[in-house]
C-alpha cells in the first residue's frame, strides 16, 4: 500500500515539474529581449467609430466652405524651351565712293542718248537745214520732254549760230549742241545735297514725293551717297501709311551702319521725324535723313502733315533740304506732281528716278525751270549705288556721246 502511494506521489511531483517548464518557456516567449537600447514597440489596434452612447462628444471647429478650402493647383505640361538661335549680323558694306560715279554711269542713259542726243545731232548733220528739219529738231525736244518754252529758245540759239558760224563738221556741230544744252540746264547752281548742320545740330534733309517714284529707295541710297562721301547717317521712318516702309528703309540703313528710328503703323509723323533728330544729336551723326509719307490725295492733308513735319524738325534747328523725288518715266505728268509739292513746302532740290529707263532725258531741263530748283541727284538703275549727284557736264556728254 505504501508502495502505491509513494508512486502516485513521484507521478505527481513529475506531473508538476513538467508543467513548470512548459509555463515557463512560454512566458520566456512573450518577453521583449532585454538590454539597454531595446525600447518596446506597441501597436495599436485600428481606431474604430464609436456609436450610441460610446460616441464622443463633437468638438467645437470652424467649418469651412468649399470656396475656402484650397486646392492643389494643377501645374501645366513645361513646354521644352526652343532653342535659341543666333541670325549672322551681316557685315557692314562700305558703299562705292560717289566721285565720277556718273562718268561711270554713263553707259544707263543709252535710250535718253539716241532719242536726244544723237537725234539731234543726225538732224543737224543733214546737208540742208531746211524748215522741215528744224521742225524735226523741234518735235525731237518736245518728245524728250525739255518743255516747250526751252525747246523754242534752244531751236532759236541753233538756227542762228549754224547761220552765223557756218559749221557743220560733226565735231563742230557736236560742240555747238554741247555748249547749248549746257546753257539749258545750267552749270552754276549749287547742286551739292546740303547736310552741315550746325555746331550741335546734325543736317537736316527731308525727302518727299509721291509714292511709286522710288522715295524710300532713293532715301535708303542717299544714306550710301553720304555713307560713302564719310558721313556718319541716321534715317526716320516717317512714312508710317505704307507698312513696308519702314522695314525697308531699315533695310537700308543696317546694310551701311545707320540707325533707323521708327514707330507704329499708322503713327504721328511728326512725333517720328522729332525724334529721328532727337536721336541724331544723342549720337552726334552727321546728317539725319526723314522719309515722309507720299501716299496723300488731297492737297490739303499734304499741306497739313509736311508743314507739320517741317514744324516739329525745326524746333531742334533749320530744315538744311527739302529733296522732291520725281519718276523720269512719267515724263510731264511728273511736273503735275512737282507743283503740289512745290505749293506746299519749300523744295531745295530734286531727286530724278528711273532715268536709265526712259528717253525722257530732257525732263531734267523742264523740272528745274517749273520748279527754280536744281536737279541734285539722279537714279541710273536698280542697284545700291546707282543713285548719282548730278554733274551737267557728264550728263551732256553721256547724251551726245563722243
Given at each position: 500500500m505504501?508502495?502505491?502511494?509513494?508512486?502516485?506521489?513521484i507521478a505527481l511531483v513529475a506531473i508538476g515539474a513538467i508543467s513548470g517548464l512548459v509555463v515557463s518557456s512560454r512566458r520566456k516567449k512573450q518577453l521583449p529581449p532585454s538590454g539597454p537600447s531595446s525600447t518596446p514597440t506597441i501597436t495599436a489596434p485600428p481606431a474604430e467609430p464609436h456609436v450610441g452612447e460610446e460616441a464622443e462628444t463633437p468638438r467645437d471647429e470652424p467649418r469651412r466652405t468649399i470656396?475656402?478650402?484650397?486646392?492643389?493647383?494643377?501645374?501645366?505640361?513645361?513646354?521644352?524651351?526652343?532653342?535659341?538661335?543666333?541670325?549672322?549680323?551681316?557685315?557692314?558694306?562700305?558703299?562705292?565712293?560717289?566721285?565720277?560715279?556718273?562718268?561711270?554711269l554713263r553707259s544707263r542713259l543709252s535710250?535718253?542718248?539716241?532719242?536726244l542726243g544723237k537725234g539731234l545731232l543726225?538732224?543737224?548733220?543733214?546737208?540742208?537745214?531746211d524748215e522741215d528739219t528744224w521742225e524735226e529738231i523741234e518735235d525731237t525736244l518736245l518728245t524728250a520732254d525739255v518743255g516747250v518754252t526751252p525747246t523754242q529758245e534752244l531751236v532759236e540759239r541753233l538756227r542762228e549760230r549754224v547761220k552765223v558760224l557756218g559749221t557743220r563738221t560733226p565735231e563742230g556741230l557736236r560742240g555747238l549742241l554741247r555748249e547749248e544744252l549746257l546753257e539749258l540746264i545750267g552749270t552754276e547752281a549749287d547742286r551739292s545735297v546740303r547736310?552741315?548742320?550746325?555746331?550741335?545740330?546734325?543736317?537736316?534733309?527731308?525727302?518727299?514725293?509721291?509714292?511709286?517714284?522710288?522715295?524710300?529707295?532713293?532715301?535708303?541710297?542717299?544714306?550710301r551717297v553720304l555713307v560713302a562721301d564719310g558721313r556718319s547717317v541716321v534715317l526716320g521712318a516717317a512714312d508710317t501709311f505704307r507698312a513696308a516702309a519702314a522695314d525697308q528703309l531699315q533695310t537700308w540703313g543696317e546694310r551701311v551702319g545707320a540707325r533707323t528710328v521708327r514707330g507704329?503703323?499708322?503713327?504721328?509723323?511728326?512725333s517720328i521725324a522729332f525724334d529721328a533728330v532727337k536721336e541724331g544729336i544723342a549720337e552726334s551723326a552727321d546728317v539725319v535723313l526723314i522719309d515722309t509719307a507720299g501716299r496723300l490725295h488731297t492737297k490739303s492733308g499734304l499741306m497739313d502733315e509736311l508743314g507739320k513735319v517741317k514744324r516739329v524738325v525745326e524746333k531742334h534747328g533749320p530744315l538744311d533740304e527739302v529733296l522732291l523725288v520725281l519718276d523720269a518715266t512719267t515724263g510731264q505728268n511728273g511736273l503735275v506732281?512737282?507743283?503740289?509739292?512745290?505749293e506746299v513746302v519749300d523744295i531745295?532740290?530734286?531727286?530724278?528716278?528711273?532715268?536709265?529707263?526712259?528717253?525722257?532725258g530732257g525732263i531734267v531741263v523742264a523740272v528745274q525751270r517749273e520748279l527754280g530748283v536744281p536737279v541734285k541727284l539722279i537714279g541710273l538703275g536698280e542697284g545700291p549705288d546707282d543713285l548719282a549727284p548730278f554733274e551737267p557736264e557728264a550728263f551732256v556728254d553721256a547724251l551726245i556721246g563722243d
Amino acid at each position: 500500500m505504501e508502495i502505491v502511494i509513494l508512486a502516485v506521489v513521484i507521478a505527481l511531483v513529475a506531473i508538476g515539474a513538467i508543467s513548470g517548464l512548459v509555463v515557463s518557456s512560454r512566458r520566456k516567449k512573450q518577453l521583449p529581449p532585454s538590454g539597454p537600447s531595446s525600447t518596446p514597440t506597441i501597436t495599436a489596434p485600428p481606431a474604430e467609430p464609436h456609436v450610441g452612447e460610446e460616441a464622443e462628444t463633437p468638438r467645437d471647429e470652424p467649418r469651412r466652405t468649399i470656396e475656402e478650402v484650397g486646392l492643389p493647383e494643377a501645374q501645366a505640361p513645361t513646354a521644352p524651351e526652343a532653342p535659341v538661335v543666333t541670325e549672322p549680323v551681316p557685315p557692314v558694306e562700305v558703299p562705292e565712293p560717289t566721285a565720277g560715279r556718273l562718268v561711270r554711269l554713263r553707259s544707263r542713259l543709252s535710250r535718253s542718248q539716241s532719242t536726244l542726243g544723237k537725234g539731234l545731232l543726225t538732224l543737224l548733220s543733214r546737208e540742208h537745214l531746211d524748215e522741215d528739219t528744224w521742225e524735226e529738231i523741234e518735235d525731237t525736244l518736245l518728245t524728250a520732254d525739255v518743255g516747250v518754252t526751252p525747246t523754242q529758245e534752244l531751236v532759236e540759239r541753233l538756227r542762228e549760230r549754224v547761220k552765223v558760224l557756218g559749221t557743220r563738221t560733226p565735231e563742230g556741230l557736236r560742240g555747238l549742241l554741247r555748249e547749248e544744252l549746257l546753257e539749258l540746264i545750267g552749270t552754276e547752281a549749287d547742286r551739292s545735297v546740303r547736310t552741315d548742320g550746325g555746331e550741335e545740330v546734325p543736317g537736316v534733309v527731308m525727302v518727299v514725293g509721291v509714292n511709286g517714284t522710288g522715295k524710300t529707295t532713293t532715301t535708303g541710297k542717299l544714306a550710301r551717297v553720304l555713307v560713302a562721301d564719310g558721313r556718319s547717317v541716321v534715317l526716320g521712318a516717317a512714312d508710317t501709311f505704307r507698312a513696308a516702309a519702314a522695314d525697308q528703309l531699315q533695310t537700308w540703313g543696317e546694310r551701311v551702319g545707320a540707325r533707323t528710328v521708327r514707330g507704329p503703323e499708322g503713327g504721328d509723323p511728326a512725333s517720328i521725324a522729332f525724334d529721328a533728330v532727337k536721336e541724331g544729336i544723342a549720337e552726334s551723326a552727321d546728317v539725319v535723313l526723314i522719309d515722309t509719307a507720299g501716299r496723300l490725295h488731297t492737297k490739303s492733308g499734304l499741306m497739313d502733315e509736311l508743314g507739320k513735319v517741317k514744324r516739329v524738325v525745326e524746333k531742334h534747328g533749320p530744315l538744311d533740304e527739302v529733296l522732291l523725288v520725281l519718276d523720269a518715266t512719267t515724263g510731264q505728268n511728273g511736273l503735275v506732281q512737282a507743283r503740289v509739292f512745290a505749293e506746299v513746302v519749300d523744295i531745295t532740290g530734286i531727286v530724278l528716278t528711273k532715268l536709265d529707263g526712259t528717253a525722257k532725258g530732257g525732263i531734267v531741263v523742264a523740272v528745274q525751270r517749273e520748279l527754280g530748283v536744281p536737279v541734285k541727284l539722279i537714279g541710273l538703275g536698280e542697284g545700291p549705288d546707282d543713285l548719282a549727284p548730278f554733274e551737267p557736264e557728264a550728263f551732256v556728254d553721256a547724251l551726245i556721246g563722243d
